[in-house]
């Protein structure tokens, strides 16, 4: 979900001459935008948790990073899949790191207004009202059920990326004067081939 920042600029690669302890190479997903299919179509859910499906996460949270995005669905990798990968902060705490695979809603209480963003429909924000805290079960990519609440921001991830999965974008919850602007501005900006 939330780009961190309203620009649409991609984020400048950073140079580090610190060693680092070596980790497979990652692949880097470009992301899916706004207008294809494939985003507003319910995913499959995950039935074989395997290596390939914990690389997929590890590949989902370095894509998310070079986004600079807090929360990513496979949908916006182009892949119609029940998984998605949340960092709230974004790579700065590696035990922040969580993976949803078939993730569900069990309790949400409390209503908080903010503005968000989607990774998929750049340069766009919008007001949407959230529960305050959520509590999701789900399964990790080694398919460990777990349950986890958030609060806040993390609630706002869980629900923004189970919306994803449900094919949902944050769009929908806004208003229909607001959503159709959008619209309307990413239809030009396609025509303009800068979309
Ligand atoms: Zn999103």
């Not at 695979?101 to 990774?119: D, F, S, T, W, Y």
Request: charged share 25%.
């Amino acid at each position: 979900m939330p780009d961190k920042s309203t620009s649409s600029d991609a984020p400048a690669p950073t140079a580090t001459e610190t060693p680092q302890a070596p980790s497979p190479a990652r692949k880097i997903y470009p992301i899916v935008k706004y207008g294809d299919a494939i985003l507003e179509k319910p995913t499959a859910p995950i039935k074989k948790f395997d290596a390939e499906l914990e690389q997929l996460a590890e590949d989902m949270f370095a894509s998310m990073y070079a986004a600079q995005g807090v929360g990513l669905a496979a949908p916006q990798i182009g892949l119609s899949l029940r998984i998605a990968v949340v960092d709230v902060t974004v790579g700065k705490n590696p035990e922040a790191k969580i993976v949803l695979a078939n993730p569900e809603i069990v309790h949400a209480e409390g209503e908080v207004r903010e503005e968000e963003g989607c990774l998929s429909i750049p340069g766009f924000r919008g007001y949407v009202m959230r529960p305050q805290f959520v509590t999701i079960k789900a399964q990790n990519a080694k398919g460990e059920a777990f349950e986890i609440r958030g609060e806040n921001l993390l609630a706002r991830a869980f629900c923004h990326e189970i919306d994803h999965l449900n094919g949902i974008l944050f769009l929908q919850h806004l208003s229909m004067l607001k959503r159709d602007l959008i619209k309307r501005k990413i239809k030009k900006l396609r025509k303009q081939g800068e979309w």
